[in-house]
């Protein structure tokens, strides 16, 4: 059965200090794994799609790497508007479409 | 451009009742994706609908059933709820099933007393 794991479950970090969060995931043949922020009340939000090992990708302070275990979402000098849920999903070729999510990163940043 | 569109955006319901939910994807989108997310969880699959055809199913009991129309719109139907159906419901739209890129919507609230 698919599984995705993300930690921590939250984090608290001081505006400029950089981190990076984890989505650790078992899939039997990724089709391909995605980022998605989220602000309380409001749908996910794409951030990437990532599909093989050793991909990057990277939009503004945001950097999302790809092995064939896990996935790490690099968070550089972040910003007290970069205050998110960062949901991780992946979806696999045997399962059709539907994308198999974690339960999230709570990010926030405090200025 | 308009995006995804939900509605309502919040309702609540007794348990036992019937609940619709509806959907309009983004312009040129062709498939609709249902998603169940529970508070602290992250969203869980429910239905994909390509070219009003059912496609993918997820782990969810019969009393839950979708369908999608001409004008590619979907709704979501729940009956007999339960206090436990109580979640934000995300509505998903891609171009195509083989499109990676899925863009949900602001979501509908339902609550469950």
């Known amino acids: 059965e698919d599984q995705v794991t993300q930690s921590p479950e939250a984090l608290r970090l001081q505006e400029g200090e950089s981190s990076s969060l984890n989505c650790s995931y078992t899939?039997?043949?990724?089709?391909?794994l995605f980022w998605y922020r989220q602000d309380p009340g409001k749908g996910p939000e794409f951030l990437f799609t990532l599909y093989s090992a050793g991909e990057e990708k990277e939009k503004e302070r945001l950097k999302a790497t790809l092995t064939k275990k896990e996935s790490f979402l690099h968070i550089t000098a972040p910003k007290p508007e970069d205050s998110a849920t960062y949901l991780c999903a992946v979806q696999a070729w045997v399962s059709g479409y539907a994308l198999n999510f974690g339960k999230g990163t709570s990010l926030l940043v405090t200025p | 451009d308009a995006g995804v569109t939900q509605s309502p955006t919040h309702l609540i319901k007794t348990r036992g009742q019937h609940v619709t939910l509806r959907c309009s994807p983004i312009?040129?989108?062709?498939?609709v994706s249902w998603y169940q997310q529970v508070l602290g969880q992250g969203p869980q699959f429910i239905f994909q609908?390509?070219?009003?055809?059912?496609?993918g199913r997820g782990n969810f009991p019969d009393r839950f059933s979708a369908r999608q129309f001409p004008n590619y719109s979907s709704e979501l139907n729940v009956n007999a709820l339960l206090l436990g159906d109580s979640a934000l419901y995300l509505c998903a739209s891609s171009f195509s099933t083989g499109d990676t890129e899925a863009f949900f919507g602001q979501g509908t609230r339902l609550t469950v007393v």
């Open positions: 899939v039997s043949g990724l089709r391909g």
């Open positions: 312009s040129g989108h062709k498939s």
């Open positions: 609908y390509y070219e009003k055809e059912e496609r």
